[in-house]
C-alpha cells in the first residue's frame, strides 16, 4: 500500500465550551488553561457573523475572531496579549486572528498560527543563516532572526578564555551556515529580536540526530514551555538512549545520547577539568557512529512529535513520552512488527486518540 | 537543474540523514517505507469555472489546485494540405481520426509562491509535465474536434503552500485528476463544418472517455520523482531526503490503453479495457529526467581531525599548522565515518536501471499509484 488518497475532511464544528462571561464565578482562571482550547489545524472553522454590531457583548459562540473584530465593549473587562483597544473607545479590539482566552477577567486571543516570540531565558534551538565578523545570525523561528555575538560561545580550551582576533578570523570552524545549535535567550532588544548565548555545557552545536520543526503556539499544538525542555530517555527495541531537545520556539532535536567527557570522567576527574575536556567535541561536525536500532527509535520519536502536533496536541516531556511508549506498543500490533515506525496518517490520529483517552 | 532552492541543513545532520537513508532497508525519516507516498486528500471538480479541476493536499500542509480551461481554435492547416473540405466528405472523415494534433494545443502553466512564473526551477517543473502528457501524442489527439478546429487546452497548475518538498509528484498527481474530470461540450455539428455545440452541460462528455458503469477507460500520465541513496530506492521523497539524494529522476508513466484506445470506436475501448483488466494493466515510460538534486550544493562537514575547533586541549602538539588555513581546509577531503561528504559524479548505471524497473514492474509503485487514483471519487 504505498499511497493512500482519502476523500476531503469536512469541517468539523467547533465545540462551544466557553460560558458567558456574566454566569460564571470569578475564581474561573483554571478552565481555559487546562481545556486545549484551538481551532482544528486543518479543518475548517465556522466563523459567526457578528448580527447584532450595536450591542456587541463578547458573544461566548464565536469560534474565532479575526483582527479588527469588536470583542466586547463592556468596561468590565481588561484587555490582553493580542488584543488592542482603538483611540477614542473602549472597545476591546482583537488584534490577531484566533480563539478567546478569559483568565477571570483579562481577556486575550490566542492566535491560531503565530511566530515565536522571544522571552529572556528560552531554551530554543536554531539554525545558523548568516555569519558576520563578530556574531552569527540564527533563525529561531520568530520574526526576526536572532543574534549570536561571538562573545556569548564557549571558545575551545576553557571556558575562560579572551576572545582573540584569531577567533575573529575563524569564525566559521566554530558555527558555519546551516549548523544547528542549541541555546539560551539572553536578551532582548526593543524591537522584539533576540541575543543568544551558548555559554554553558548544556548548549552548543547539535549533531547525532534529526532535527523537526513544529509550529510554536496556538491551535492547542506545539510546544509548551515546561519545566523540562531537554532530556535523555530509555529507547525501547535494544537501541540506546535518546536526547530530546524541545526548543520553546517549536524547534525540535532528537539525537542518540552521546556520554560527553565530562560524563565519563566526572567520575574520575575534578571539576577544573571538565570544562577542557567537554569542549573537545564542542564544535564537531563529525557523527559518533550510530547503530540502526537507534537509528529506529529516533525515527519513531519523531514521528509521535509530527503526530502530536498534526493532532493539536501539546508537545512536552509527558506527552512525548507517553506518546513514544504507545507508539512502540502500536508497533507490536501492526503487521509489520516492532521495526515498523510510520506514523502519518490514521496511524498519528490513533495515537493522538490513545493518548487523549477519547 | 536545480531541484529546488537551497537546502539549508547542517553537515551533520546530512550525515545522518544519509546513513539511515542507507540502510537496508533504508530509515526514512517520516518513518514511511520506501515505496510509500505520504498521505493525501484528493477532491475532484472544485472550481465552477473551468472544464475540470482538481486539488489534492498532502498531511504536511502542501496543497495543490489545477483548473483546465479550453477553448475552439482553427487548425493551422499544414502547407502541403490542400483538400477541399466539402467534396470529399467520407476522405476527411478517416483523416480527421488518424490526424496528428500538435503539442501548441496545450498550454500549461506552472506557479510557486514565491518564485518567478519565469524562473529556471518553475520552467522545468511545467516542461517535465508536459513533456508526459505530449509524449505519446495520445492527448492531443483527444482535442481535434473535426480538420479545421480543434481544442486549445489550457492548464493552470498552483501550488498554494510554500513548496515545503519537491513539488512534482503532487503537481503531477493533481493534474492526472484535473485531466481525468475534464468535461468538454457535446458537438452537434457534423463532418468538418463551424463546431456548434449542445448548451446541455449534464451531456458533455469526458475528455477521457467512460464506460457504462462509470469506469474510466483511459488515463493521463502520472509522473513519479524517484530517488536512490546508496543502493537503495525511495519513492516521493521529502524535501530533506532529497538532500541527501544521490541521483534523482522524474519518471513519467502512461497508461498504454491511453494511446491504443483513442481512435477506436467506443464499443472497442469496452472490450479492449475488459481484456486488458484481466491481464493487468499495462504501463510504458513515456519519460525520464534528472532532477539535480541540492545535495550537490550542500557544504562538506569537516571531520574531527581537521576541524581546529576540535579537541583544543591537544592543540599543543604540532596544532601550529593546523591553525593557518582553516577555510582551504574545510574544502575536500577523504570519505569520513560520520561526515557528510556531498555526492559527485553521476549514478550508477545498475541504480538507474534497478529505479526505472522498480517502478514500471507490474504491481510496483506506478501501477498502485494508479490504482490508487482509481478510487479517487470524480464526481
Redesign the interface.
Known amino acids: ?9 469536512s469541517s468539523r464544528p467547533i465545540p462551544s465550551r466557553r460560558a458567558d462571561p456574566e454566569d460564571v464565578p470569578s475564581d474561573s482562571d483554571s478552565d481555559t488553561s487546562s481545556q486545549a482550547g484551538g481551532a482544528d489545524l486543518d479543518g475548517d472553522i465556522p466563523m459567526i457573523t457578528t448580527a447584532n454590531k450595536s450591542s456587541p457583548k463578547y458573544d461566548s459562540n464565536t469560534g474565532i475572531v479575526t483582527p479588527g473584530e469588536l470583542i466586547t465593549s463592556d468596561p468590565q473587562w481588561m484587555r490582553g496579549h493580542g488584543t488592542y483597544i482603538p483611540l477614542g473607545t473602549k472597545d476591546i479590539t482583537s488584534s490577531v486572528a484566533g480563539t478567546i482566552t478569559r483568565t477571570n477577567k483579562l481577556i486575550s486571543v490566542r492566535p491560531l498560527r503565530a511566530r515565536y516570540t522571544p522571552e529572556v531565558g528560552d531554551l530554543v534551538v536554531g ?1 545558523i ?1 548568516e555569519v558576520q565578523a563578530k556574531r552569527w545570525r540564527v533563525d529561531v523561528g520568530s520574526t526576526q532572526l536572532a543574534s549570536l555575538p561571538l562573545s556569548a560561545i564557549n571558545l ?2 576553557g571556558i575562560l578564555r579572551k576572545r582573540t582576533e ?1 577567533d575573529e ?2 569564525i ?3 558555527f ?5 545549535l542549541v541555546a539560551e535567550v539572553q536578551q532582548l532588544f526593543q524591537d522584539g529580536g533576540a541575543s543568544l548565548h551558548t555559554r554553558s555545557l548544556k548548549y552548543g ?8 520543526a513544529v509550529t510554536g503556539m496556538g491551535g492547542g499544538g506545539g510546544v509548551v514551555r515546561s519545566r523540562r525542555q531537554v532530556w535523555t530517555m530509555d529507547a525501547a527495541n535494544g537501541a540506546g538512549q535518546i536526547d530530546v531537545v524541545l526548543g520553546v520556539n517549536g524547534y525540535v532535536w532528537i539525537s542518540k545520547h552521546v556520554e560527553t567527557p565530562a560524563e565519563v570522567e566526572n567520575k574520575t576527574m575534578g571539576i577544573t577539568n571538565m570544562e ?2 567537554v ?12 547503530d ?1 536500532d537507534t ?2 527509535e529516533i ?2 520519536l ?2 509521535v512529535v ?1 503526530a502530536l502536533v ?1 493532532n493539536s496536541l501539546r508537545v512536552d516531556e509527558d506527552m512525548v513520552v507517553r506518546g513514544y511508549q504507545e507508539a512502540v506498543e502500536m508497533a507490536l500490533l501492526s503487521s509489520k512488527g516492532p521495526e ?7 496511524r498519528g490520529q490513533q495515537l493522538a486518540a490513545a493518548l487523549t483517552g477519547v | 537543474m536545480a531541484s529546488q532552492q537551497h537546502v539549508l541543513l547542517s553537515p551533520a545532520e546530512l550525515a545522518y540523514l544519509h546513513d539511515s537513508l542507507s540502510l537496508t532497508p533504508p530509515l526514512r525519516p517520516d518513518g514511511r517505507s520506501p515505496t510509500q507516498y505520504r498521505p493525501l486528500s484528493a477532491e475532484t471538480g472544485i472550481l465552477p469555472g473551468t472544464n475540470g479541476s482538481a486539488r489534492i493536499c498532502f498531511a504536511d500542509g502542501t496543497e495543490a489546485i489545477v483548473g483546465v480551461k479550453a477553448e475552439v481554435e482553427k487548425t493551422r492547416r499544414k502547407w502541403d494540405d490542400d483538400t477541399i473540405y466539402d467534396e470529399n466528405k467520407e476522405e476527411t472523415r478517416e483523416e480527421a481520426e488518424g490526424a496528428e494534433g500538435s503539442s501548441d494545443w496545450v498550454e500549461l502553466t506552472v506557479e510557486i509562491p514565491g518564485f518567478r512564473d519565469d524562473d529556471s526551477s518553475t520552467v522545468f517543473l511545467a516542461a517535465m509535465l508536459s513533456e508526459a502528457l505530449l509524449a505519446d501524442g495520445g492527448f492531443v489527439r483527444r482535442l481535434v474536434i473535426n480538420r479545421r478546429f480543434h481544442w486549445k487546452v489550457y492548464l493552470d497548475i498552483l501550488l498554494i503552500s510554500p513548496p515545503l518538498s519537491y513539488p512534482l509528484p503532487l503537481l503531477s498527481l493533481t493534474t492526472h485528476l484535473a485531466l481525468l474530470s475534464t468535461r468538454l461540450p457535446r458537438l452537434k455539428s457534423e463532418g468538418d463544418e463551424d463546431p456548434f455545440f449542445d448548451d446541455d452541460w449534464a451531456a458533455a462528455p469526458y475528455l477521457y472517455p467512460r464506460s457504462s458503469n462509470k469506469k474510466v477507460l483511459a488515463r493521463p500520465p502520472v509522473t513519479l520523482l524517484v530517488m536512490a541513496v546508496g543502493n537503495n530506492i525511495i519513492f516521493d521523497p521529502a524535501k530533506e531526503e532529497l538532500a541527501v539524494a544521490d541521483v534523482a529522476l522524474a519518471v513519467s508513466v502512461g497508461d498504454v490503453s491511453s494511446s491504443s484506445s483513442s481512435s477506436s470506436s467506443e464499443g472497442e475501448e469496452d472490450v479492449d479495457m475488459t481484456a486488458e483488466e484481466q491481464e493487468g494493466r499495462k504501463l510504458r515510460l513515456l519519460s525520464i529526467r534528472t532532477v539535480d538534486p541540492p545535495s550537490r550544493l550542500t557544504p562538506p562537514g569537516v571531520p574531527n581531525a581537521t576541524n581546529s575547533a576540535y579537541g583544543h586541549a591537544q592543540v599543543g602538539e604540532g596544532g601550529k599548522t593546523k591553525q593557518q588555513m582553516p577555510e582551504a581546509r574545510a574544502a575536500e577531503s577523504e570519505a569520513v565515518e560520520g561526515v557528510w561528504k556531498p555526492p559527485r559524479g553521476g549514478a550508477k548505471a545498475l541504480v538507474m536501471a534497478a529505479l526505472v524497473q522498480k517502478t514500471l514492474q507490474r504491481g510496483g509503485v506506478a501501477d498502485e499509484v494508479f490504482d490508487a487514483l482509481e478510487g479517487v471519487d470524480l464526481g
Open positions: 500500500m504505498p499511497i493512500t488518497i482519502l476523500p476531503p475532511k539554525r543563516v575551545p580550551g584569531t578570523l575563524q566559521r570552524t566554530f558555519a551556515e546551516g549548523d544547528l552545536k547539535l549533531r547525532n540526530g534529526v532535527f523537526v577542557e575536556n569542549s573537545a567535541t564542542m564544535y564537531s561536525s563529525q557523527n559518533d557512529p550510530i540502526s537509528m529506529r525515527v519513531r519523531r514521528g509530527t498534526e515498523d515506525v510510520y506514523l502519518g496518517g490514521e
